[in-house]
């Protein structure tokens, strides 16, 4: 109930065109019986690291039976929804290999790359098992109804693109060849990917999340044909002047249009201390300006 409710407060606040599963990347590692804890003002933090090969035998393969509460918030939502699609959510492996290796959110994932380029066995054995746990999950949301999924490899921008393409790229590469029989679109992000947009295109997602960083007609040179985009605007411009944010917003739907499908999203997260009735107006400006654009 409390992830159906909150699932649907931005849809009934914003108007927005879809809703995206309330829910956390390490969900599923709590699910599987990792000692993961959420702390205020810091983030998910794992009380017991991984990073032996013993401590793989923690990371048991994910069952339904293990989050139900999952299944029935999905389909909860589908029927509240009707006809507006929900996204279905999940962590990318390097990602979550960071906070099992780091023990918690880390700004250089100097362990988890120490474990990458000093143990490549052991590396893979843990991306390998975390990719099992990835699929299990986002399966389990198209089981239950979700019109699309997205992967939130939030912190893979710190890898280098050769390091990308060798230790990366097979385990996402499997999620999405996994769901590739769902039927339903894949959404492919991370932050701090512009150097890696490319290899995330090859990937297999239909959709390739941008981050604010370079814009929209330039990540039409580094993705693959055949691809969609989504993004971009910069979240912090939110906290500017509204003639700043109506000219931006334009600047990126114009941009948007050079790709050969466009999903308007930030670049990230929202900001806590975002005006609420500025995303209002944000929604209803891209709106009109995506009406305008079609008439």
Known sequence: ELITEITLQPLRRYGVDAAILFSDIVVPLRAVG??????AGIGPVVETPVRTPGDLERLR??????????TEAVRTLVTELDERPLIGFAGGPFTLASYLVEG????????TKALMYGDPALWHALLGRLTDIT???????VDAGASAI???????GAVSPDDYRHTILPHTSRIFAALGSA??????????????????????????????RIPLDEAVRRVEPGKALQGNLDPAILLAPWEVIEERTRDVLTRG???????????????????PDVLARLADLVHAESARALS
């Not at 393969?61 to 989050?67: E, F, K, R, S």
């Not at 990917?193 to 981050?211: C, K, N, Q, R, S």
């Not at 249009?257 to 005006?275: I, K, M, Q, S, Y």
């Open 34 to 39: 990792i000692d993961v804890d959420i702390k």
């Open 150 to 156: 997205q992967l939130f490899d939030s912190w893979v």
């Open 135 to 141: 699929i299990s999950f986002l399966r389990i949301q």
């Open 104 to 111: 918690g959110p880390s700004k250089n994932h100097d362990k």
């Open 183 to 212: 039927g339903v679109p894949r959404i492919h992000f991370g932050v701090g990917t512009g150097e890696l947009l490319g290899l995330m295109g090859e990937a297999g997602a239909d959709v390739v999340g941008i981050d604010w």
């Open 61 to 70: 393969a994910l069952d339904p039976g293990d989050v139900p509460y999952v």
């Open 257 to 275: 249009r050079t790709a050969e499908g466009h999903v308007f999203n930030l670049g990230h997260g929202v900001l806590p201390e975002t005006d």
